[in-house]
Nanobody
Framework: QVQLVESGGGLVQAGGSLRLSCAASGTIFSRNAMGWYRQAPGKQREWVAGITSGGSTMYVDSVKGRFTISRDNAKNTVYLQMNSLKPEDTAVYYC???????????????WGQGTQVTVSS
């Protein structure tokens, strides 16, 4: 059974930073793509960042240059470093694991329970 547990969310002022973590179990972590998604109140869940099993990374345009996704296969953990946070980044952030090949914009695979990120202006 695949389990994903996110942590690291919280309240931060605009311009600040947070680092999200997601610990995975029940899957061969190193062989899967991992992604971060977010859902703001009243909006659909959207893709934020993705990393392939080979370490290639990609981002939605709105976070390029501010967010960095990384993975530690030895710890079965994926991270999202978020810098220069803006109020519009406020959302529940979800970790995702999926088989490859994949299109990160598609909502598929397994999900964590989410962690709240709130950016105050």
């Amino acid at each position: 059974q695949v389990q994903l547990v996110e942590s690291g969310g919280g309240l931060v002022q605009a311009g600040g930073s947070l680092r999200l973590s997601c610990a995975a179990s029940g899957t061969i972590f190193s062989r899967n793509a991992m992604g971060w998604y977010r859902q703001a109140p009243g909006k659909q869940r959207e893709w934020v960042a993705g990393i392939t099993s080979g370490g290639s990374t990609m981002y939605v345009d709105s976070v390029k240059g501010r967010f960095t996704i990384s993975r530690d296969n030895a710890k079965n953990t994926v991270y999202l470093q978020m810098n220069s946070l803006k109020p519009e980044d406020t959302a529940v952030y979800y970790c995702n694991v999926r088989a490859e090949p994949t299109l990160f914009r598609l909502l598929t695979g397994y999900w964590g329970q989410g962690t709240q990120v709130t950016v105050s202006s």
